[in-house]
């Protein structure tokens, strides 16, 4: 039968990719009919009842899904086919207590003519009371308005739904972890919305390990515990995990939440010099020996407003004293470490290189990464033979937009050898941070394209602009993107969640 689901009208590229995550992990045959990113209505075919209320019971963005009776493009075509295609429903609601809802989009009408669009349904025969709260069996008129109707005095809707209620999604969730409320949070916590979507997408569940090598303050973490996994976590800061070592510690957020129970652990890591196990790359594996994460989860620094660093030195063999006393005091608490700029996109890579080696087959690695909106200034999204895109969900700023994207751990004998034997080692040029990172040179010149110069053509991202320097991004802060190949794994001097 079909299925209507009500979305939130935000954040409209994640809200499928959001949905067919969550029918994979509840195990339900979903088929999409009909969905538009300028409409919150999306049909849906399911196999029952009961599959359309596990598959949206831990959806941040679905507000609600229902029974689909009809839907028509003007009442008097929606009420015809109500009466020709469910005659055979209504028996089974003329007696239980009921009540009638109009959820417009875009548009409004009257009181006197809601209740006539309403008083419109009577044909059906429902006997029972009328009961506002508590009531056994809801029904709603759905209308989707042009846009600026009201401005513009458009009399009806564009297209009418009807259906019966069946169930919420998990909208209040982000307001559990609000970060408002939160303890402990930094400038670049995520919001507790995509923070949650995004264990979504990495199909955080009971008896799942999820791992977040950017861990900061533990947005990501809370979220995938909300959801029952077990999650681990690193930080190349390790102040950003202690907090000030009484309440506002990260521990302390998951004790806040009562979710101490999916706190598997947090360390000191860089990813470049990760302690965390990783298989080598082979084409006969069994799918889980030598591997152990289900999920990857992390917004990766962005560098933008420091240069993004690791651990270790630029030149080795003139900073030989150096890595020799860091060897003698790393167990200081005072220690800071050496750090040496590392390349944006060879960190992206590294990211992809060490989910392949530590996700099980069909693990999910889902990580955050900026771009520009220029198309030549756009920084592609970063591939890898191991792990198949499964989507790319956009958040978009004035000139600049981060994603989410998310990939699928391809298991050995699916992955494709020759594109893996081309596959090139990263090799990042420059020294500076503008150098090795291509999205905080754009950011820094406002994103605007290099102007040409002997008729050549702009190409990459713009020059600089030493007299203009904009405000640090909004928060949070985003990740980044590279198709590049260093294996290891990876931190940065600027912590994101």
């Not at 069909?362 to 033979?385: C, K, Y």
């Not at 792990?387 to 937009?401: D, G, H, P, R, Y």
């Not at 998310?406 to 090139?424: F, G, H, L, N, S």
Request: charged share 25%; hydrophobic share 35%; aromatic share 10%.
């Amino acid at each position: 039968m079909d299925y209507l689901i009500r979305f939130s009208q935000s954040h409209e590229t994640f809200r499928l990719p959001e949905i067919e995550a969550l029918a994979l992990l509840e195990g339900v045959d979903l088929q999409v009919i009909s969905y538009s990113l300028e409409s919150p209505f999306c049909i849906v075919r399911l196999p029952s009842e009961d599959s359309a209320r596990r598959l949206i019971r831990r959806s941040i963005l679905a507000m609600s899904i229902h029974e689909l009776w009809a839907h028509a493009p003007d009442l008097a075509t929606l009420h015809s086919t109500i009466q020709s295609t469910t005659a055979h429903l209504w028996p089974a609601y003329r007696t239980c207590s009921f009540k009638f809802t109009i959820d417009s989009y875009q548009g409004s009408r009257p009181n006197d003519a809601k209740v006539k669009l309403i008083e419109s349904f009577s044909y059906l025969g429902f006997e029972g009371p009328i009961v506002m709260r508590g009531t056994d069996e809801e029904f709603v008129i759905f209308e989707d308005w042009p846009t600026n109707a009201t401005r513009l005095g458009i009399p009806e809707p564009k297209h009418l739904y009807f259906g019966r209620y069946l169930g919420g999604g998990a909208r209040d969730l982000p307001k559990k972890l609000d970060l408002k409320k939160r303890r402990y949070i930094s400038t670049t916590s995520m919001d507790a919305e995509l923070a949650l979507v995004t264990a979504n997408l990495a199909l955080a569940a009971p008896g799942k390990l999820v791992y977040d090598p950017f861990v900061g303050t533990g947005s990501f973490p809370i979220a995938c515990a909300q959801f029952g996994a077990l999650t681990f976590g690193s930080d190349i800061d390790g102040r950003s995990i202690r907090g000030d070592g009484k309440k506002r510690t990260l521990k302390g957020n998951f004790e806040q939440y009562g979710l101490l129970a999916g706190l598997g652990g947090m360390f000191t890591a860089d990813l470049t010099n990760s302690p965390v196990r990783r298989a080598p790359l082979r084409y006969d594996g069994d799918g889980v020996t030598g591997r152990l994460f289900d999920a990857v989860v992390c917004d990766p620094p962005y560098g933008v407003r420091e240069g993004l660093k690791v651990l270790g030195v630029r030149d080795p063999v003139k900073s030989a004293g150096v890595e020799k006393r860091g060897m003698e005091k790393y167990k200081d608490p005072d220690f800071v470490p050496p750090k040496k700029p590392f390349s944006f996109l060879a960190m992206l890579d590294t990211i992809l290189q060490f989910s392949a080696q530590t996700l099980v087959d069909n693990g999910r690695l889902s990580f955050w990464m900026p771009t520009a909106n220029d198309e030549d200034q756009e920084i592609p999204v970063p591939t890898h033979p191991y792990l198949e895109i499964v989507s790319v969900c956009t958040q978009t700023f004035n000139k600049w937009s981060r994603r989410l994207i998310t990939y699928r751990r391809i298991p050995d004998a699916q992955v494709d050898q020759e594109a893996m034997r081309k596959r090139e080692e990263a090799k990042p040029v420059g020294k500076t941070a503008d150098e090795l990172n291509p999205f905080r040179k754009a950011y820094f010149s406002k994103f605007e394209s290099p102007t040409p110069t002997n008729g050549s053509s702009p190409s990459g991202v713009g020059t600089p602009n030493p007299t203009a320097t904009p405000p640090p991004p909004p928060q949070p802060q985003p990740s980044t993107t590279s198709s590049s190949s260093i294996s290891g794994a990876i931190g940065g001097a600027e912590t994101g969640e």
